[in-house]
């Protein structure tokens, strides 16, 4: 894995105070491949124009490009047609949509929506202002007490007043993976939709929208190597079929007149506007580098960085891991006893190592673990076992130093 | 002029374009179609007459390019007194003749001037929708 | 003015069968100037993170520079303070989520919102689908006989059952511009709020939101030398504050809890997720060339354009140029008899010059013209007389072809 | 450690932070505020007791990382005893301190220790929000 660290030119060019860059921030963000960096260069210097419209070079490469990375993400994710890809801003766009789209236009008063005590605020701040909106209940699955879900309290809270499932695959905090599969499994038997945050999988595992048979899936460029401001939506067609638009505008119509609009077939129905164009391309490149490196060789050195984490932190006094035994994730949390998380990270930074320090847009779960935040390491592939033994050493440097 | 592009437009595809075969409402039709490109707006309304399974008349009328429209022209002219099972045929040999991704040449497809005049389609896929217009619309009743 | 047209990499590195790119569709997108696409590399390839919440550098980097991205946004359009100016995707994105926001939960049956004949299905499909989902009326400002909006028609059709007025600042059809200040003036006279599609204005002339008075105020990066998926909504800072947000999600909350969410303050409270830092970034870049060129100075060189084109054009024996009058901006329309504006433009293109044909996403302006669509020029920094002359050479060529 | 830090963190905030003066609830307070970092969710709250124009009671209770709780704590020991318009100058000489767009030096604003201490905030821009939490919320009641 360490050759691939070459690949990404921040490591080259970045130093602060003469230290290279030890980023253990993946799970916010993802450091670029120069083959990212060059598609979306090449894009604007070599064949910029609008899509969809054009009938001139470079219109027309630009509009191939475009669709070409829309069946990238199609074979990415494993759906059945290119018809079920919506490109969107991010993960949280994407929930937004779903809310507005979907939910809202059928939910009444006394329904239900599940959420996780797990989740990012932007796969529960938007279900939960919904069903504000409606006097509809949020229902939030608990944790036991190794923080994973909950799943025999879930399964009681199935009844056919829950019009959706709003649920993470991995938790951005703990690194817990859900089993997906048996809990979509679970709800469809009482006829419950499912939208599945994605925004921590694709670096963890092949998705395959299929076989996990989730109804929405929703993941960020920025987060598997590709440019900010892109992410997708998953839709399966009857429900993108049946949904109004996610947005009116420019590109999604038939025809336009001043009484009625009609609109265009998927995926253009749900597309309004100039789309994130270079975005796209950047996503795209950033599936093709993910698929030359490998999924699964990806999610393994993560996971296996998490267990030596977990191993070399276990020896320290005073800190305490979470979720220590969570599988094949990448994410690791803790906190040491009298020392804020923010005095960690910021000791930290001055060796180079970015961590995250806080509540990582989990407040619910925060609130559960009874913390107000903690310290996140997590990995990529450009992350070393010397690198988290550099780590461990900084992190008993810091507690000397506190105590 | 570009060549190219000539080649595309030549004789073949303005005279039907200028002079459409068949371009007006057809009273008695059995089946209307209503072939619409929301990318450019191009619309064309196609009439078709059956008798049992026999095509015995048709006509269309629209707006369109060139391109769409001298395709459209033909594919009306083709289909008068073809069967259901002969226009299938043509319609799939149509389709193949301007697909940028056919592995055949056209003239191992076709020798048939008014078909072969749509071949160069193949060079310009953004028009690709213009050709097939009409054509991919009637697929629906065949 | 054709010496910067070097700053644009893609004049060098395209040619289409040998052929220079004559680019001359500027108002569907601009080419990107090398400093803009350098700023965007430089982000990836050298101080990438994610912004608000990273106590190491490169994240401190990130947000400085996100930070002054809005800054430089407030001072390009005038606004009093940087909490107005809250990024979107787009123009399309902003339209939107104003419609949303600040619209939908205040409109009802029997209200009306005012559009007028010349907008663009972005600034008219959403706010037409909001009145029909609440039984409010949309009603549509019309144009007179030399195209510009009927302001007799316009005064009489303010009434107190108007909610709010979305209007263009430019046809991006027509290249008409309408005088928003004394419209705005106006409306606020009937205490109606008022929304300027301002995506064609920033190349024409200096934006002053606090002289023009505008209540809302969008663009994309894209149409300014920038990049792709990013734009701006300006808002008045009290209505800003009123209106929900935009969206919801990561880093536009105070504190979430199971049963409440308290959202931020301005403009967090309105950007929910991942922004598209990289996009922010470009953007600023833009808005430094824009300035180190100046934008009368650019709005200057579009609109001689547009006037040399008018004589020129006019030479050609059935063509018709539409608003033909229109001053100070760079967009033109024409039709010739008896040749489909996509013949025209598709044999353009085989010349290397990017024209659009068709409905340019205003089929209600289309409808009002009777026509089924148009072929438009538009025009940029990088285009020059000759290009104009080449133009005209070029459609009378077409012409002897076709007739 | 790196001595940039260490010289942020020097003895007078790690002292604030394990030791912090008047922690706790004030029964008897006429003014109480809360400071909120809504970013990394540091919160404390002041508790003040004005007799006439004179803070003659101070006390605070919360949680923050170590530069915001000492912050806080030097804060609460200083406004003890004194007069709104003193208060005032306090809060504006302790700004311009950590500020790092200030152009005076530190040493020209103070020779207060406690002060002192936090003028090495400047170089790091990030943790100014710790610095300054409570001392901007205390801005309102003055
Ligand atoms: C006048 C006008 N409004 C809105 C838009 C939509 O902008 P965007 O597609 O960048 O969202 C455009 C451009 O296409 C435009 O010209
Ligand atoms: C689990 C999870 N969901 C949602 C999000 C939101 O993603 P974005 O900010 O890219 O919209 C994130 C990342 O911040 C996340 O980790």
Redesign the interface.
């Known amino acids: 894995m360490q050759s691939l660290k070459s690949e990404f030119p921040i490591f080259e060019t970045a130093r602060k105070e003469g230290r290279p860059l030890i980023f253990l921030d993946n799970a916010s963000t993802t450091q670029k491949p120069q083959c990212v960096i060059n598609a979306v260069t090449g894009f604007y210097a070599g064949y910029y124009a609008n899509v969809g419209r054009g009938l001139y070079w470079p219109a027309t490469a630009a509009s191939f490009n475009y669709d070409q990375a829309r069946e990238k993400v199609r074979a990415f994710i494993g759906a059945s047609s290119k018809k079920e890809v919506i490109f969107t801003s991010g993960t949280t766009d994407a929930v937004n949509k779903v809310v507005n789209s979907f939910l809202l236009p059928q939910l009444e008063k006394g329904d239900e929506v599940l959420v996780s005590e797990m989740e990012h605020h932007s796969n529960f701040v938007p279900w939960q202002q919904a069903c504000q909106s409606k006097g509809a209940k949020l229902k939030v699955i608990p944790l036991d007490a190794g923080l994973n879900l909950d799943l025999s309290k879930f399964a009681a809270m199935l009844t056919d007043k829950v019009k959706i499932l709003a649920i993470t695959a991995i938790s951005n905090t703990l690194g817990v993976k859900n089993d997906l599969k048996s809990i979509i499994n679970l709800a469809h038997q009482h006829n419950i939709k499912v939208f599945v945050d994605a925004a921590q999988l694709p670096l963890s595992e092949k998705i395959n929208v299929q076989n996990m048979d989730c109804d929405f899936l929703a993941f960020s460029g920025h987060k598997v190597f590709g440019p900010t401001g892109i992410g997708i939506l998953y839709g399966k067609q009857a429900l993108l079929e049946k949904m109004s638009p996610l947005a009116y505008g420019g590109g999604m119509v038939q025809q336009v007149s001043i009484d009625k609009t009609m609109m265009a077939d998927l995926p253009a129905k749900h597309e309004a506007g100039t789309p994130n164009i270079a975005g796209t391309i950047g996503l795209a490149a950033a599936i093709d580098f993910i698929n030359s490196v490998g999924v699964e060789e990806i999610g393994r050195h993560g996971a296996e960085l998490r267990k030596y984490a977990v191993k070399r932190l276990s020896e320290i006094e005073g800190l305490t891991l979470f979720a220590k035994d969570a599988k094949s994730t990448a994410i690791l949390s803790f906190t040491m006893e009298g020392i804020h998380p923010h005095d960690i990270a910021a000791f930290l930074a001055e060796k180079g190592i970015a961590v995250r320090a806080g509540h990582h847009c989990t407040y619910p779960l925060m609130q559960k673990l009874d913390i107000a935040g903690t310290v996140r390491v997590s990995f990529n592939i450009y992350n070393s076992e010397e690198e988290v033994d550099l780590l461990k050493n900084t992190l008993v440097e810091i507690r000397s130093f506190f105590l | 002029?570009?060549d190219?592009?000539?080649a595309l437009?030549k004789t073949q595809i303005?005279a039907h374009a200028k002079n459409p075969f068949n371009e007006g409402v057809l009273e008695d039709y059995t089946h209307k179609l209503q072939a619409?490109n929301?990318?450019?707006?191009?619309q064309f309304d196609l009439y078709l007459k059956f008798e049992g399974d026999v095509i015995q008349n048709t006509s269309f009328r629209g707006?369109?390019?060139?391109?769409s429209?001298a395709s459209t022209s033909v594919l009306i002219k083709q289909l008068l007194g073809k069967s259901k099972s002969e226009a299938k045929v043509l319609v799939e040999l149509f389709l193949k003749l301007i697909n940028p991704e056919s592995s055949e040449s056209p003239e191992s497809l076709t020798s048939d001037e008014e078909f072969l005049a749509f071949a160069s389609a193949r060079e310009?896929?953004?028009?690709l929708t213009?050709a097939n217009l009409a054509w991919e619309k009637l697929k629906e009743v065949l």
Chains 1, 3 share one sequence.
């Open positions: 002029m570009n190219r592009l000539k437009y303005l619409y929301p990318v450019c707006g191009d707006y369109g390019c060139a391109i429209k310009f896929p953004e028009r213009c």
